[in-house]
């Protein structure tokens, strides 16, 4: 499988806990006066546990956030659109209303005696 193929979260994971790994182990072997080898791969398993599941809900939880502001990018254009549309069809109804009423003062017109 290719690194790329795996799910961003997963290698985020990886790429954590590897490096958590390496320093937890340089650690032990530097710095640690009695070390008990057998809790380090449960210590690893552990924290590839807890980085992961922490990974995956913040990726789900970005992604729900952008879903959410592509709806609302487009309910905000839709809203533009309609506006727009009021907009012009509000100067068809005031063109045609001063038309209408240049035709009746025209029509009506008063004559100086």
């Known amino acids: 499988m290719k690194w790329r193929q795996i799910p961003r979260w997963l290698r985020d994971t990886c790429s954590v806990v590897g490096a958590m790994s390496v320093l937890l182990i340089i650690?032990?072997?530097?710095?640690?006066?009695?070390?008990?080898w057998a809790m380090v791969p449960?210590?690893?398993?552990?924290?590839?546990?807890a980085v992961g599941a922490w990974s995956y809900f913040s990726a789900r939880s970005q992604a729900k956030r952008r879903v959410a502001e592509q709806r609302k990018a487009a309910a905000e254009k839709q809203r533009q659109?309609?506006?727009?549309?009021?907009?012009?069809e509000a100067e068809k109804n005031a063109a045609a209303t001063r038309e209408r009423n240049a035709a009746r003062n025209r029509a009506h017109k008063q004559r100086r005696k």
């Open 81 to 88: 659109a309609a506006a727009e549309q009021r907009q012009r």
């Open 42 to 49: 449960l210590q690893i398993i552990v924290a590839f546990l």
């Open 27 to 36: 650690y032990d072997l530097w710095f640690a006066k009695h070390v008990n």
